[in-house]
């Protein structure tokens, strides 16, 4: 078996493993990469990437079909060739891929090993049977699986998950959507929007990680509107008739029905890939889910020389976050044992549904009651949105009565990704909400609905602060 030495032995090369290369190099050290399947990033291949080129067709067919209540008129019957769009989400697809592989091409072949990776010791990988890496420090950057729950692998190839769809050369029929989740939701709505007979189902009333409850129920309404969607479905059963997929579940308005599809897509999250690595030879502590423990401030496994950043620690599964993440754990393996704490940038995340999702900042599940306001814009009199018939959704601001600073916000609505990104940017500039009321806002936008959410805000914080006033009061003369 060949022996190889090096500082730093990376394991994974999608966006965290590439950032902690890429920080670990720059920092003037011998690093090594690791990757036993394809090189590409999982956005690239089969997330964020061909996801938006299928919802890209959806909306094209979407609004051609819709365009009447301006008073135009498109003749003729709108029709999707499923292999046409698959034909174009492939193509556009391998471009971005191509786009990675360049990338990874231009990393000296010294730097780079073939094969799975797992520990022997904390400093001590063997990669297949082949190579034995002596490294000082070691980041895990292995990504993340779809999971499936055990009865849904009884359909065999009528089971999809969301790298499967990307490889159809055209459009299903029928398709049972389990997991409204980001990924569910996002597909579930394009295949519909294409022609496709869908039905969304889910469990506890989740919707695409949106916490506050109204909200979750605006959302739903819009959604439900559309196409079938049941966030807490009862489902009785599912099992494989030849070569379609047969579901026995409880309808909206409480009927039994039976229908049959082509394919079961199960979106029901996914697993963090840790469980090959031998995790079980190393120092670190690992949670109920098998994952280390870890700082997510520095990225560091414990107080080992272990680094996890990306997909693989399970804790903000989202490109950007997998990028920082990456880039700490490169420049605290680097630097070690001198570990700092690397910059993290307010949450944000986004759904490419329509209308889009966003929460920024701090989600109403994790604010602590009584302590802030909620200010509100409904959307369907917002001027600009109703010019263009996207009046729908709705907007929650959540500001700190003690300080008046804006804590984050959730939406369903026009325009989320930038109003997200707009919220979150506020956020990490720790501004208030009277500061934010501060800046421009020009009419006629949709950023003008979020301006009305900041003034309901600031009213209720006022009168929030008057209550504290006169409490207080009252206390002092008792």
């Not at 498109?74 to 174009?88: C, N």
Request: proline letters at 4%; one cysteine or more; charged letters at 25%.
């Amino acid at each position: 078996m060949k022996t190889l030495h090096t500082d730093i032995a990376v394991i994974g090369a999608g966006t965290a493993g590439l950032a902690a290369y890429r920080a670990a190099k720059a920092a003037g050290k011998r690093a090594l990469l690791i990757e036993g399947g394809p090189y590409g990033t999982t956005c690239a291949r089969v997330g964020c990437m061909p996801s938006k080129l299928l919802i890209a067709a959806a909306e094209a067919a979407h609004n051609a079909a819709h365009t009447e209540a301006f008073g135009v008129h498109v003749g003729g019957e709108i029709t999707v060739d499923g292999a046409e769009v698959m034909d174009r989400v492939k193509r556009e697809r391998g471009r971005f891929v191509g786009f990675v592989l360049d990338g990874v091409e231009n990393i000296p072949a010294e730097d780079k090993l073939r094969g799975y990776a797992r520990f022997v010791s904390d400093t001590v990988l063997e990669i297949d049977d082949h190579t034995q890496v002596h490294a000082s420090r070691v980041v895990i950057a292995t990504g993340s699986r779809p999971s499936v729950p055990p009865p849904f692998r009884e359909l065999g190839d009528r089971l999809v998950v969301n790298d499967d769809v990307f490889a159809w050369n055209d459009l299903p029929g029928r398709v049972a959507v389990f997991g409204p989740g980001v990924i569910g939701l996002e597909l579930g709505q394009a295949l519909a929007r294409l022609g496709v007979e869908v039905r969304v189902f889910g469990v506890s009333g989740s919707l695409a990680g949106i916490s506050d409850p109204q909200v979750r129920q605006s959302a739903r309404k819009i959604f439900q509107r559309e196409f079938y969607l049941d966030p807490d479905a009862r489902v009785l059963e599912t099992k494989r008739v030849g070569d379609e997929v047969e579901v026995r579940y409880i309808t909206l308005d409480n009927a039994e029905r039976t229908e049959r599809f082509d394919y079961a897509l199960v979106a029901t999250g996914r697993r963090a890939n840790v469980d090959g690595l031998g995790l079980e030879n190393t120092s670190l502590e690992l949670n109920v889910h098998g994952v280390p423990v870890f700082d997510r401030e520095t990225m560091q496994a414990g107080d080992s020389a272990i680094f996890i950043a990306g997909d693989a620690n399970a804790d903000a599964p989202l490109l950007h976050e997998a990028a920082d993440e990456g880039r700490i754990a490169g420049e605290n393996a680097a630097r070690y044992p001198d570990i700092r704490n690397g910059l993290r940038r307010a949450p944000l995340a986004v759904v490419f549904s329509d209308p889009q999702i966003a929460v920024a900042g701090q989600g109403h599940g994790r604010l602590i009651p009584g302590t802030f306001v909620v200010g509100e814009v409904d959307f369907s009199d917002q001027g600009r949105s109703r010019v263009m018939l996207k009046n729908r959704g709705l907007l929650h601001v959540y500001a700190d009565i003690e300080t008046g600073r804006f804590l984050g916000a959730e939406m369903v609505g026009p325009s989320a990704e930038h109003i997200g990104h707009l919220l979150a940017w506020a956020v990490q500039q720790e501004l208030t909400v009277a500061r934010m009321l501060e800046m421009p806002f020009y009419h006629p936008v949709i950023e003008e609905g979020l301006r009305t959410a900041l003034r309901d805000a600031a009213a209720k914080l006022a009168l929030a602060r008057d209550a504290l006033r006169n409490e207080t009061a009252e206390q002092e003369t008792a």
